[in-house]
């Protein structure tokens, strides 16, 4: 398996866009995890699945972002509008029931 | 307020020195994970604690998990340069949920050849 795959890998935006990131999962994997990692407060739940149902979003920050999972295979994160605070790393991870939880590689976000 | 707290931040050491890290809190969790996480990449979980004063062994790596389930460290014995990265806790179990992870900040390690 490819493990999981987010795009973009770089996104640089500017204040007041909306921005878009995606999140493929582990095929058969039925949890799916993203997390926000800044210096300052380090890696943070924001939100997760359950077989594409939201679970518990209470890590999300504010109305302006949101996050769905129309199927099984695909995730997105979206922040609108977006805002200078908001420059941060954005994690995906997928587990499998009680498993072990599987990171993508990032999408650093950058909004001037 | 950070549920747990890893200690040292920043850590260089000589090829070859042992070193511990340290993962502190004031709240139990039901299991405690360790990651190592690399520039431009996600982190990569090295193991699962789960009973208070468990002991794991993976190669170099030692990691405990206190009697209390409050904390836990990571020990390195004749660390290599290929060690260098910044090493994650991140606790399980807040809220109900084993799925909710709590991570520490980390403690960046480098390991000068």
């Known amino acids: 398996d490819a493990g999981v795959i987010q795009s973009p890998r770089h996104e640089v935006t500017e204040m007041g866009q909306e921005v878009t990131l995606r999140c493929k999962p582990i095929?058969?994997?039925?949890?799916l995890f993203w997390y926000r990692q800044t210096m300052m407060r380090g890696l943070e739940l924001l939100i997760y699945?359950?077989?594409?149902?939201?679970?518990?979003d209470s890590g999300m920050p504010e109305d302006r972002f949101s996050a769905k999972m129309p199927n099984a295979s695909f995730s997105t994160l979206k922040i609108q509008p977006s805002e200078p605070r908001d420059s941060a790393v954005y994690f995906c991870?997928?587990?499998?029931?009680?498993?072990?939880?599987?990171f993508g590689q990032g999408t650093r976000l950058t909004v001037v | 307020t950070q549920l747990l707290e890893q200690s040292p931040q920043f850590l260089s050491i000589q090829e070859g020195e042992n070193l511990t890290v340290y993962c502190n809190s004031s709240?139990?969790?039901?299991?405690l994970q360790w990651y190592r996480q690399e520039p431009g990449e996600g982190p990569v979980l090295l193991v699962t604690?789960?009973?208070?004063?468990e002991v794991k062994k993976l190669k170099r790596l030692t990691f405990q998990f206190g009697d209390a389930r409050k904390d836990s460290s990571l020990h390195i014995t004749a660390a290599q340069p290929g060690d260098t990265g910044l090493y994650l806790c991140?606790?399980?179990?807040?809220?109900?949920?084993?799925?909710?992870?709590?991570f520490g900040k980390g403690t960046l390690l480098t390991v000068n050849p």
């Open positions: 709240s139990v969790f039901s299991s």
């Open positions: 699945f359950n077989n594409n149902v939201p679970i518990d």
């Open positions: 991870a997928s587990s499998s029931g009680t498993g072990d939880p599987f």
């Open positions: 991140a606790g399980a179990g807040r809220g109900g949920s084993n799925y909710k992870l709590t």
């Open positions: 095929s058969g994997h039925d949890y």
């Open positions: 604690v789960v009973t208070g004063g």
